[in-house]
């Protein structure tokens, strides 16, 4: 395999992860919209401390 199928791949990857990550955020609150699973999945794949400091102002939702 060559380095762009190699980066393709990754990125294919990479998009499934998030997709996997949201859909299992989603399937443990039903109640949160689209930007809530986007906030809860930013929460946990940066920590809570770096999170906050990057959206002082965002929701603390949980994963």
Not at 45 to 57: T, V
């Amino acid at each position: 395999m060559g380095p762009e199928k190699r980066v393709a791949l990754a990125f294919q990857m990479s998009e499934q992860a998030r997709q996997t990550t949201a859909g299992g955020i989603g399937d443990r609150h039903p109640e949160y919209s689209d930007d809530d699973i986007r906030w809860a999945m930013f929460r946990l794949i940066h920590g809570d401390e770096l999170f906050r400091k990057a959206w002082p102002d965002a929701p603390i939702l949980e994963p």
